[in-house]
């Protein structure tokens, strides 16, 4: 049998509570089949020169986690700068955030380069290389230009926009090659597949071989979208757990006669923050019954703080709750708690348990796993009610959720209200449609399906179980 290599930029250990997503799905397969984890260790080394990393190896249970350390430089120009400064917004559909600095492109492709060489001493002429995401487009190419020619799939967790927007980004023909180098390139939904191909048969003359195959640079390329998922099992089971039950308690005391409604996010311009907070001010504004009772708790969790855009977002979220506070707050109740912290992932589960209405409402993502997070953990018998951005990932599996778009707060509140005044009967069949669909195309559906096709098997069906990484 194979061995899977997982590459992606941060690593995790799975066994740790605080593991993610990404990190149980394919730590699940590498703890049970073995394997090798490969990425960046966290560590940012200032004396160290540019495209220099010391590589570390740890072994945990049957597999074997492989780090390298980043120099300053590298860190700035392909982490803060390229990957975080270019990619993302410009993938998120926000060229006017994006920057595309030569020396950040320089430093992107000078990492991919040095964890390309790193990886290709540790690899086997039979493995087979599933890597993750925008940091890492180009290393495929950087292995090839080695001699690798394992089989080497790609997933993109993130949007993939239209094409005008792609033909925007500064060597974007580049893009295309890179591309081209792996055997699987997976996206997460429809919309991005449709995109990504007319992106290749416009730019590259990329020709379609039949079914999901193209060919273009002398390569051959499957490419496909599947939706990422979660593990529902472990997530219920965090929901079981003491702090779990200790958070759920807690709120469900302190808001008895209040209606809760949760958002949990990364402090990302892409998750829509300032306009949810004024969508739910129009709540308050246009709908009076719900003062004194309707109470936002948003989760902004922080990220990428050095980086400039979220800065900006940061004090306008600080500015938007204050307002909030001021104009609407009474002595025992304040409508917004925004909390500008890292929850512990268990407290999470017992935060969206007690909400009545679930606001995930990107400006644009690539799947958006806390809406399956809140369907999950929901009690059947009296179940929250999710509000959904049209334009998250997530949107083309859930339709049950009520679909909102995002830019326009007015309509939103209205859906909002309606989300609040939702009678019993209609939430539980909105529920029991969303999680049937978030149980069967969990985590594991979406592993099995991407290394299915990776492996070149026929029919990629989510039911089947891979040869390789078969858990
Ligand atoms: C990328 C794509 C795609 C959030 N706050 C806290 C916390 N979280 C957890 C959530 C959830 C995860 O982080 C966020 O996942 P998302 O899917 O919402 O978004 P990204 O981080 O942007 O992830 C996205 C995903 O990759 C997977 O492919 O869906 O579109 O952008 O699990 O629960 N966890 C803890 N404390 C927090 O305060 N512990």
């Known amino acids: 049998m194979s061995r899977l290599v997982v590459v992606s930029n941060r690593v995790g250990d799975p066994r740790k509570p605080s593991a993610g997503g990404l990190a149980v799905a394919v730590g699940e397969t590498l703890a049970s089949a073995g394997g090798l984890w490969f990425g960046w260790s966290g560590q940012v080394v200032d004396e160290r020169a540019p495209g220099e990393g010391e590589l570390h190896q740890q072994r945990v249970g049957r597999f074997t986690l492989a780090t390298v350390d980043l120099s300053r430089q590298d860190h700035d120009s392909y982490y803060l700068g390229y990957s975080n400064q270019a990619l993302w917004p410009a993938f998120h559909y926000r060229l006017d955030l994006a920057d595309?600095?030569?020396?950040?492109?320089?430093?992107?492709?000078?990492v991919n380069r040095m964890f390309a060489a790193k990886l290709a001493s540790l690899l086997r002429?039979?493995?087979?290389?599933?890597?993750?995401?925008?940091?890492?487009?180009?290393?495929?190419a950087e292995l090839r230009m080695l001699g690798c020619t394992q089989r080497i799939g790609f997933f993109l967790h993130i949007p993939l926009p239209p094409p005008p927007i792609l033909a925007a980004i500064p060597g974007h023909e580049g893009l295309m090659r890179w591309f081209f180098a792996y055997d699987v390139v997976g996206v997460q939904t429809q919309m991005d597949l449709e995109h990504f191909v007319r992106f290749i048969k416009d730019e590259a003359r990329a020709r379609p071989l039949g079914g999901d195959r193209y060919q273009a640079y002398e390569r051959t390329l499957c490419a496909r979208s599947f939706p990422i998922g979660i593990d529902v099992e472990e997530f219920q089971?965090?929901?079981r757990s003491r702090e779990a039950l200790e958070t759920y308690a807690t709120l469900k005391e302190e808001y008895a006669k209040r209606r809760l409604l949760v958002g949990v996010d990364r402090l990302d311009y892409?998750?829509?923050?300032?306009?949810?907070?004024?969508?739910?001010?129009?709540?308050?504004?246009?709908?009076?019954?719900?003062?004194?009772?309707?109470?936002?708790?948003?989760?902004?969790?922080?990220?990428?703080?050095?980086?400039?855009?979220?800065?900006?977002?940061?004090?306008?979220?600080?500015?938007?709750?204050?307002e909030i506070n001021g104009n609407y707050g009474e002595l025992d109740w304040m409508p917004v708690r925004y909390i500008h912290r890292t929850w512990a992932r268990r407290r999470l589960a017992g935060l969206y348990r007690n909400a009545r209405v679930a606001l995930v409402t990107p400006l644009r993502d690539g799947?958006?796993?806390?809406?399956?997070?809140?369907?999950a953990v929901q009690d059947a018998e009296d179940p929250g009610v999710l509000v959904l951005?049209?334009?998250?990932?997530?949107?083309e599996q859930l339709r049950e959720a009520l679909l909102v778009n995002p830019y326009d707060v007015e309509t939103t509140a209205q859906v909002i209200q309606r989300a609040l005044r939702m009678p019993l009967a209609e939430r539980r069949e909105r529920h029991a449609a969303l999680y049937e669909r978030v149980r069967r195309e969990d985590v594991h559906a979406w592993r099995r399906a991407f290394l299915a096709a990776l492996n070149g098997e026929q029919n990629a069906d989510a039911d089947q179980e891979a040869a390789v990484g078969h858990a």
């Open 389 to 395: 951005s049209r334009f998250a990932g997530a949107a």
């Open 367 to 375: 799947m958006n796993l806390v809406a399956k997070e809140f369907i």
């Open 100 to 110: 595309f600095e030569r020396a950040h492109f320089e430093g992107y492709k000078r």
């Open 270 to 322: 892409s998750k829509g923050l300032p306009q949810r907070f004024r969508a739910f001010r129009e709540l308050l504004a246009n709908y009076p019954e719900n003062r004194m009772s309707a109470t936002l708790i948003q989760i902004a969790s922080p990220t990428r703080e050095n980086v400039h855009a979220y800065e900006d977002i940061r004090h306008e979220l600080e500015g938007l709750s204050g």
């Open 237 to 239: 089971h965090l929901a």
């Open 125 to 140: 002429p039979d493995d087979v290389i599933w890597v993750h995401d925008y940091h890492l487009i180009p290393l495929a």
